[in-house]
């Protein structure tokens, strides 16, 4: 009887998209953050997505109960990772004029790369409208961008906090329309990021060269033009 043992070959595991290793409900999120975005929420059926994920349709019921469910937990996916990606880009600047203006220097910057395909809460509202897995969600979202650009624009020194925070919250979304449709998708965020500039300068800088009028001076200014020529000299 021989000594000699025999070694077994080792086995080699095949190879996995990083998704693949993690459980149905991330591989399902994976797979609609990818295919919504491309292609629509409601243009992508739900054998698409199990075909599409390598998952059992039981488990999309399982997890999020229907195919809404899943729009539903992929915007919701979307606004946390947004809300996670601004406070970075915030926490970049040193103060609230740069932290403003930071904004529209991150979304040129988005705008410019050939992955972008507009805003996720516009395009699932032209799809489906304000349905209820939908509208709660985009109506959560803008009012957290309003109000982001709001207190940007408070801590900046804007004579009108909220005004200014809508105009540049309708800048800001106006730059990621005329990007998605314009061939010069560079030229959009870079005249957005020029107009939030003008809009923030307009709303914080006082006129200097124009001298306060006490108020005698605007009483007695304002009766000469009323009495007319004849009194406006008469001491």
Request: with cysteine.
């Amino acid at each position: 009887m021989s000594n000699t043992t025999t070694t077994a070959p080792k086995r080699i595991r095949a190879k996995h998209p990083p998704e693949a290793e993690e459980g149905p409900r991330r591989r399902l999120l994976a797979a609609a953050g990818r295919l919504f975005y491309e292609e629509g929420v409601h243009v992508v059926g739900i054998d698409r997505l199990i075909e599409e994920a390598g998952v059992a349709k039981a488990s999309l019921y399982s997890h999020f109960g229907n195919k809404d469910g899943l729009i539903r937990a992929y915007l919701e996916e979307h606004l946390n990772a947004r809300r996670e990606h601004v406070a970075q880009v915030l926490a970049r600047y040193d103060s609230p004029r740069k932290r403003l203006l930071g904004m529209f220097d991150d979304a040129k910057a988005a705008l410019d790369g050939t992955a972008f395909r507009g805003c996720r809460f516009v395009n699932a509202s032209a799809e489906a409208g304000h349905d209820e897995c939908i509208g709660p969600l985009t109506e959560e979202y803008r009012t957290w961008l309003r109000s982001l650009f709001t207190d940007l624009a408070k801590a900046s020194g804007a004579r009108n906090p909220k005004s200014l925070g809508r105009q540049l919250a309708l800048l800001y979304d106006g730059a990621a329309v005329a990007a998605r449709l314009d061939k010069d998708r560079g030229g959009a965020g870079a005249a957005a990021r020029s107009a939030a500039a003008a809009l923030l300068d307009a709303a914080t800088h006082t006129h200097l060269n124009r001298r306060p009028t006490r108020p005698k001076e605007a009483v007695a200014t304002t009766k000469a033009k009323a009495l007319g020529p004849q009194h406006s000299n008469q001491r």
